[in-house]
Nanobody, 122 residues
C-alpha cells in the first residue's frame, strides 16, 4: 500500500514563509504527478500546485509568484515552499500523488495524505 506523509505545517505570521514536505512510502512501481491541495471548512479541496515526474509545474493563480513546488523523483518526495503568506492561505494542505503500484497496472491511482494545517495570523 502507498502512504503519503506530510510535514511542515504550523502557525506563521502574514508575510512569513513555510515549507511543506511530503514523502511517498510503501511498495509501488512509479509516481507520476505529485501535488498539493488545500481545503477550508465548508469548501472544496482546491489545487495549489502540482508537478509531473518530468518537472512540469502548475500553480493556482492565487499562489503564483509566492509558492514554489519541487520534487525529488529518486526519493518520491514533493516540497512546497510558501513565501509571502497571506491570511487567505490558511487551510489544511493535502499532498496528492498519482501512483502505479505495478508495472502492469493500466492506470495511475490517486493517493492522499492526511493533511497538515497551515494557519496564517495577521
Amino acid at each position: 500500500q502507498v502512504q503519503l506523509v506530510e510535514s511542515g505545517g504550523g502557525l506563521v505570521q502574514a508575510g512569513g514563509s513555510l515549507r511543506l514536505s511530503c514523502a511517498a512510502s510503501g511498495s509501488f512501481f512509479s509516481v507520476r504527478a505529485m501535488g498539493w491541495y488545500r481545503q477550508t471548512p465548508g469548501n472544496q479541496r482546491d489545487l495549489v500546485a502540482s508537478i509531473t515526474d518530468r518537472g512540469r509545474t502548475n500553480y493556482a493563480d492565487s499562489v503564483k509568484g509566492r509558492f514554489t513546488i519541487s520534487r525529488d523523483n529518486a526519493k518520491s518526495t514533493v516540497t512546497l515552499q510558501m513565501n509571502s503568506l497571506k491570511d487567505d492561505d490558511t487551510a489544511v494542505y493535502y499532498c496528492n500523488a498519482e501512483v502505479k503500484i505495478r508495472q502492469t497496472q493500466l492506470v495511475y491511482m490517486n493517493y492522499w495524505g492526511k493533511g497538515t494545517l497551515v494557519t496564517i495570523s495577521s
